[in-house]
């Protein structure tokens, strides 16, 4: 059964809390109506606009532009200051609205949520006309404006609350790829970064009518293990899975913001082993074992991204830990600037439930096993110094991390 999955998309979601604050506060002007922006903290993250107003926006100014360069464009620009603890209110604000209709809600960034209408269409009805009420509710109640994007999977859904704002409802149903996604710019298929839209550009890959019809193999050489992924979007394929927050079992993870923007996968690796082995060295206390690794990242737009692996055998181990994060992090697009990353661990056991498999061999597991937990009991007894792996004090991170 084709399913119906919603996008709801905060409309310019930073300045227009941030309005809202204001307005809340007794202020009289909207600056939603004036030439604002809100702007990053200016020693920590360089002073970028985080976020426009309309009127800013047609005086030129963009997204993570210098406040410096702004103001040159926009001398009467006001810029006002972030203030997270409200944006975190507001967004829980608005997905308990929605919770009131289904609990199959998967929140996607601070602004943004999927909703699986499939189960409760029976009691709504129609989705477009649920929809045009939901987003009009949202308004009514807390005083900011949406985009609702409809179609039968995630990405359709994601896609379609981007074609035009603001407080608007579009569709993207399957039979409406052709029309309505293939003439689009390949810049625009979500999921494609900047550079991956030059690199697609320089191969004469322009729309995503183009993109979808380009063979994998050829694509592979350029992009690896991305090239089929990014075909099926340009398809409009994809997961029709809503997760809500309590179907994902708790886990073990751990998460740091970074000093800069990082858009290398070097130069996040040695993170990812620094975090694989904290979660490591906590589930091996526990005495459990994982069979799920989750590796997120959190973009220059606070945009969270999470991609995950399902592992043949449970495992424990900081190297396997940190082997298949490695795999993940391949697969996901880190060039447009990554902020935060973080490994956790999922579906845990008491036992490794250890499969016979051809392709491993058991004794050299166990060691490696009996050796871990050594390392782990020597670093209780003396400090986390007195161990250091060879892997972990190849990088930079890694030594900075052990030294703590
Ligand atoms: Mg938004």
Redesign the pocket.
Known sequence: MKRIIMHI???N?FLSWTAVLYLKQGSKIDIRNTYAVIGGDEKARHGIVLAKSMPAKKRGVVTAETLFSAKKKCPNLKVYPPNYNFYKKMSDSMLNLIRKYSPDIEQMSI??CFLDYTPVKHLYGDEIEFAYNLKKEIYDTLGFTVNIGIGNNKLCAKMASDFSKPYKVHTLFEDEVEKKMWPLKVDDLFGIGKKTAIKLHNLNINTIYDLAHTDGKFLYKYFKNQAIDMIDAANGKGSDIVVSEESIPKGIGNETTLSHNISTREELEPYLLALSENVAIRIRKQKKYASVVVVTLKDKFFKRMSHQKKLVNATNLTEEIYKTACEILSEMNVEDGIRLIGVRLDKLSDTSSHQVSLFEDIKVREGNNELEKTVDELKEKYGFKVIKKASLIDSKVGKKYLNK
């Open positions: 998309d905060v409309n979601a602004d943004e």
